[in-house]
């Protein structure tokens, strides 16, 4: 910051000048932007055919919270060089759409030299580039959306000062060894056929397929995707036209396994968050990490919570492994995959007239809600009645008939809402 006492316009002059340097050329002189690679990453691009100069291109996944770096080998296609546990991203999953909405960037930019900030208030930075053609075209609004160290975001994806400083000498060799700009690709999750046929419902989902086809691209060649609009879209190429159709294809054929995972009643689901997420990692510190000033910890507290606004296919009566057991094989249904909390907790799930059953850690105050309802399911129909927690289950379900508590108030910070509301 340029302090304006004795000599303002000096000191106004000097500043504009300084601003206009940073625009027009990267300025690496900081000792934190001079720092090389370690060298543990330059033997591993050796045994991976890579050389130190060669282009990268960076993958960022919200709801895993993971950014990879990938970097060019000899043979012209891109290998994963390594991948870092994202520290801190704020808002929800989805593109950001206005300035102030604390939402972090999805979708496809160019960072170039000028994007790459040495002298970073938050130890490193650089500007993904947001908003780009598509952003504009969508009306969004907001800048200096970056990927930087420190652990704090509003809109950002923050990285801890470590990991920000190997990703910053990975780009700043790349750009001063010849690479115009690389590709900074962000997406809300792991662009699998499964994720994308689960959050069917969800508001974003046109946008995310989009977004779906130009990660198949690089997932069948491993090249870098032009990247373009076509009628207010995404629109994606290669040079290669051999291996443009070989990306068609795998796309095609996802499409196709999205189509047949929600023909055989795969549950849709939304996976909502106070204000973003961090990776696991960081999350089991428990606040003794070093990290420094996390931003809004309490809302980590409610990230990932997965909502079931359509339950799959799968009826009570194929979660049983045996007739006088029934209770073991439900409480690992409405459990799997928990993920790490920040305050870990063990609770017991109460079901009726049967032992209780002792919960691992949770992130999510619902992670099988209405997974026990039968298929077809009744018209849905739009509910703004919170959820009680209980699911009433049909008479004929002889040791189990009556109320099944799924979520104990005891168990629920705070009051969920569902697009569907079941009455069986």
């Known amino acids: 910051m340029v302090l304006m006492r ?69 043979t012209g296609r891109y290998e994963l060089l390594k991948s870092y546990p994202i520290c801190r991203w704020s808002g929800q999953l989805g593109p950001k759409r206005k300035q102030g909405d604390r939402q972090a960037p999805e979708g496809f930019y160019s960072v170039g030299p000028r994007q790459m900030n040495p ?6 930075s650089f500007d993904t580039g947001f908003p780009n053609a598509y952003d504009r075209a969508q009306g969004a609004s907001g800048s200096a959306l970056m990927v930087h160290g420190s652990c704090s975001s509003a809109g950002c994806y923050a990285m801890t000062d470590q990991q ?23 997406y809300p999750f792991r662009m ?12 974003n989902i046109a946008f995310w397929r989009q977004l779906k086809e130009g990660y198949d691209f690089f997932e069948a060649t491993r090249l870098e995707p032009r990247v373009s609009m076509s009628g207010n879209r995404y629109a994606f190429n290669l040079d290669s036209p051999a291996e443009e159709r070989i990306a068609r294809q795998r796309h095609a ?17 939304r996976t909502v968050y106070q204000d ?29 919570r997965e909502i079931v606004v359509t339950p799959g296919k799968s009826w009570i009566a194929g979660l049983f492994t045996g007739k006088d057991q029934p209770a073991q ?30 919960l691992p850690p949770l992130r999510s ?28 289950l049909p008479p004929a379900l002889a040791p189990m008939s009556g109320s099944l508590p799924i979520l104990p108030t005891s168990f629920a910070p705070r009051k969920l809402v569902l697009a569907h509301k079941v009455d069986l």
């Open 253 to 269: 054929e996802e499409e196709s396994r999205i189509a047949e995972l929600i023909t055989a009643g795969t549950e849709a689901v």
């Open 276 to 304: 973003g997420g961090q990776n696991a990692i960081f999350t089991a510190m428990h606040g003794n990490s070093g990290l420094g000033d996390i931003s809004r910890p309490d809302a980590l507290a409610y990230a990932g």
């Open 192 to 203: 699998t056929p499964k994720n994308l046929a689960r959050h069917r419902g969800d508001s």
């Open 119 to 124: 002298n970073s208030a938050y130890y490193l």
């Open 164 to 186: 920000i400083s190997e990703i910053f000498a990975l780009a700043r060799d790349s750009l001063a060894a010849g690479q115009r700009a690389f590709q900074f690709q962000a």
């Open 365 to 392: 105050t619902v992670d099988a809600v209405l997974e026990m309802a039968p298929a077809p399911l009744p018209p849905s129909r739009r509910s703004d009645t919170p959820f009680d927690g209980e699911l009433r």
């Open 329 to 358: 094989p439900i409480a690992a249904k409405l459990v799997k995959a928990a993920p790490v909390a920040v305050e870990p907790r063990r609770e017991p799930v109460q079901m009726a007239a049967m032992t209780a059953v002792p």
């Open 6 to 74: 004795a000599y303002p316009l000096r000191n106004w002059l000097i500043g504009s000048l300084m601003a206009a340097t940073a625009l027009t050329a990267p300025a690496w002189g900081s000792s934190r932007g001079d720092v090389p690679a370690p060298a543990a990453l330059i033997s591993a691009m050796a045994s991976k055919n890579m050389d130190q100069s060669a282009p990268i291109l960076v993958r960022v996944f919200k709801m895993e919270s993971v950014l990879e770096v990938w970097k060019q080998t000899r």
